[in-house]
């Protein structure tokens, strides 16, 4: 018995001993962080020392009636979820023990547990503390939609900023012309923000601000935004900006200017606009003035432009704009004045005035003249052309040519546009004169028809008649008349030709046209000229050929003379018998350019004769 108990008690004490060096080991983070929407991991990793047994790992949280529930578990054959936990439907274990949930919600906020049992070594737990972050939504702004005086004497509100849905909750910063401003809560008469936080039922947070502002004349073109401020998991820091807004402020005049804003120089006729403009906003309304003495002549009231419709030069003097602004200070000079001088020209007065009939052959003289703010030139045209480039036009020896329009033009250069002009009609009179031209017209032959054209000038137009009938046409162009004939080539026409006759009340000029049948007008000149072609290579042929015999005949006389064949050049006599003589020899005469040189002359003689030494 005593053993037995001895026994037990080993027994007893070595199981003590071995469970007092066995134990479970947990190791999980502290704290985490997850964004809503996503998926995370709470790891879970563990150790034994000493005899273990089976792993069971378990995962519990806290639920909202403050009681702790398991939610998951793995053990090295199997792993399960637990029903009917508000996370049943987002959560498995993976083989690393970790849990999974899929998506983070913002209730996952809180403290997980996981705990591991081994058998005889024990259990253990570690603690995880999760934290969440939701980004919330881009801010919205709603700007003041009605205009702000810079004549308030407070604050007002210049827009209210608002975003939705962020977790933990954000920050809403103001900003003007991208230059962050200081946050400031308390009210007071330049500026501060006054901002709040709403819980939504989602557990979210939604804030906004609003920003008071004192508005001056300088904030017309600022620019408005803001931005919200939130966090991330990891202490990342993120922001969301708004759209840009601007405001609608209302000040008054300060400065008003005023201008032409028409092509200057003005000239008459021009349309002149003057445009009156201030600085304030709205802007308001003008009253346009005319100086004139000491009286001033009310114009027109309206926005901003006046015009003067085709001015003369009665519309120069002085102009003047008030800007009906009631707001502005009395210090603020709200008229202007403007100066305005409409240039002109007098009207073109020529001399000798009226229409000028002018005989044909005769010189005319005009001259034109005016006067105008600035001194103009003055030339002569006639159609396009520039016939003088002064005031005075000489027409000299005038012709048909020279009838018609005249226009003594005046400009000034420097002032495009300004010009007048006036002018003068011209006509010339006189006994028609029949144009030059080709007397001569040929036809096949006798019978054919043949056309003829006779054109004069004169004034008055000249009438056009024909010594001979057929088809006649007629044109007329101002001054000259053509007159068209078409008739049969008789053996009259052929004898004595066609004669065009034009005639006016002084005077009358003919012309005679020659019709020729082709084969006569042709063939006669041309065998002339073979004839007088022909006549002419025969004597210059005749010409070579005698200089030819000439020289050859001078050569041959030549030959002899040397060989002695010749009595020239010798000292002895012949005597020539009568029968050596004939009276029927032919005398030769020889004549050179020269008198000087001379020929030798054989002569028949009944006795004897010398020759000398001449030949």
């Known amino acids: 018995?005593?053993?037995?108990?001895?026994?037990?008690?080993?027994?007893?004490?070595?199981?003590?001993?071995?469970?007092?060096?066995?134990?479970?080991?947990?190791?999980?983070?502290?704290?985490?962080?997850?964004?809503?929407?996503?998926?995370?991991?709470?790891?879970?990793?563990?150790?034994?020392?000493?005899?273990?047994?089976?792993?069971?790992?378990?995962?519990?949280?806290?639920?909202?009636?403050?009681?702790?529930?398991?939610?998951?578990?793995?053990?090295?054959?199997?792993?399960?979820?637990?029903?009917?936990?508000?996370?049943?439907?987002?959560?498995?274990?993976?083989k690393d023990s970790s849990l999974v949930i899929s998506p983070v919600e913002l209730t996952d906020e809180r403290t997980f547990y996981c705990q591991v049992t081994a058998g005889i070594a024990g259990s253990g737990e570690g603690i995880s503390n999760l934290?969440?972050?939701?980004?919330?939504?881009?801010?919205?702004?709603?700007?003041?939609?009605?205009?702000?005086?810079?004549?308030?004497?407070?604050?007002?509100?210049?827009?209210?900023?608002?975003?939705?849905?962020?977790?933990?909750?954000?920050?809403?910063?103001?900003?003007?012309?991208?230059?962050?401003?200081?946050?400031?809560?308390?009210?007071?008469?330049v500026m501060y923000m006054a901002s709040r936080v709403v819980k939504e039922a989602s557990g979210m947070y939604s804030v906004s601000s609003i920003l008071y502002l004192k508005i001056n004349k300088k904030d017309k073109d600022s620019q408005y935004h803001c931005q919200v401020q939130y966090t991330m998991p990891n202490g990342k820091s993120e922001i969301k900006n708004s759209e840009k807004f601007k405001l609608t402020v209302h000040y008054y005049t300060e400065v008003v200017t005023f201008d032409v804003v028409s092509p200057l120089p003005i000239k008459e006729g021009d349309d002149v606009t003057m445009r009156c403009v201030s600085d304030g906003n709205p802007t308001p309304e003008f009253d346009f003035l005319k100086l004139e003495g000491e009286n001033t002549v009310e114009k027109e009231s309206n926005s901003g432009n006046f015009t003067l419709r085709s001015v003369?030069?009665?519309?120069?003097?002085?102009?003047?704009?008030?800007?009906?602004?009631?707001?502005?200070?009395e210090e603020v000079n709200l008229k202007k004045q403007l100066e305005i001088f409409v240039n002109y020209l007098d009207p073109v007065t020529i001399k000798p005035a009226g229409h000028h009939s002018v005989q044909y052959g005769k010189d005319l003289t005009l001259n034109c003249n005016t006067s105008g703010s600035v001194e103009p030139m003055l030339m002569w045209k006639k159609g396009k052309q520039v016939v003088s480039h002064s005031g005075t036009l000489?027409?000299?020896?005038?012709?048909?040519?020279?009838?018609?329009?005249?226009?003594?033009?005046?400009?000034?250069?420097?002032?495009?546009?300004?010009?007048?002009?006036?002018?003068?009609?011209?006509?010339?009179?006189?006994?028609?004169?029949?144009?030059?031209?080709?007397?001569?017209?040929?036809?096949?032959?006798?019978?054919?028809?043949?056309?003829?054209?006779?054109?004069?000038?004169?004034?008055?137009?000249?009438?056009?008649?024909?010594?001979h009938t057929g088809e006649q046409s007629l044109r007329i162009d101002g001054h000259r008349v053509t007159s068209h004939m078409k008739l049969a080539a008789t053996k009259e026409v052929l004898k004595n030709g066609v004669t065009c006759e034009?005639?006016?009340?002084?005077?009358?000029?003919?012309?005679?046209?020659?019709?020729?049948?082709?084969?006569?007008?042709?063939?006669?000149?041309?065998?002339?000229?073979?004839?007088?072609?022909?006549?002419?290579?025969?004597?210059?042929?005749?010409?070579?050929?005698?200089?030819?015999?000439?020289?050859?005949?001078?050569?041959f006389l030549y030959f002899l003379q040397k060989k002695g064949k010749l009595p020239c050049g010798r000292k002895e006599k012949k005597v020539i018998s009568n029968s050596e003589a004939n009276t029927d020899e032919i005398v030769v005469e020889m004549k050179a350019g020269n008198p000087n040189e001379q020929a030798g002359l054989l002569n028949a003689n009944r006795g004897r004769r010398q020759v000398g030494d001449e030949c």
């Open 1 to 94: 018995m005593a053993w037995t108990l001895r026994l037990g008690l080993t027994l007893t004490i070595l199981a003590a001993l071995q469970g007092a060096f066995a134990a479970v080991l947990v190791s999980v983070p502290s704290t985490q962080e997850a964004e809503v929407g996503k998926p995370f991991s709470i790891p879970c990793t563990f150790t034994t020392n000493g005899q273990a047994g089976e792993a069971l790992v378990e995962w519990f949280i806290v639920d909202r009636s403050n009681e702790r529930i398991r939610i998951a578990y793995r053990n090295e054959k199997q792993a399960g979820v637990d029903k009917n936990t508000e996370m049943s439907e987002r959560i498995s274990v993976d």
């Open 131 to 189: 934290r969440v972050f939701n980004a919330p939504e881009a801010p919205e702004v709603t700007p003041q939609t009605q205009s702000i005086s810079v004549t308030e004497d407070t604050v007002s509100e210049v827009g209210t900023c608002t975003s939705k849905n962020g977790y933990p909750a954000p920050k809403i910063i103001w900003f003007k012309d991208s230059n962050m401003l200081e946050e400031v809560t308390e009210r007071n008469d």
């Open 312 to 329: 003369s030069r009665a519309d120069s003097g002085t102009y003047v704009c008030e800007a009906l602004d009631f707001d502005s200070p």
């Open 394 to 467: 000489a027409l000299k020896d005038v012709s048909f040519a020279l009838a018609g329009k005249y226009k003594c033009v005046a400009s000034v250069q420097s002032i495009p546009g300004l010009m007048k002009e006036a002018s003068v009609n011209v006509s010339v009179y006189g006994k028609p004169i029949v144009l030059s031209g080709d007397t001569s017209v040929s036809v096949s032959k006798e019978g054919s028809m043949v056309s003829l054209s006779c054109s004069a000038e004169g004034h008055p137009a000249p009438q056009i008649s024909w010594n």
């Open 502 to 555: 034009a005639r006016n009340e002084y005077g009358a000029s003919s012309r005679t046209f020659m019709v020729v049948p082709d084969d006569e007008s042709t063939k006669p000149k041309d065998e002339a000229d073979r004839q007088e072609q022909g006549g002419s290579s025969t004597a210059v042929i005749a010409v070579v050929v005698c200089v030819l015999l000439l020289l050859i005949l001078v050569g």
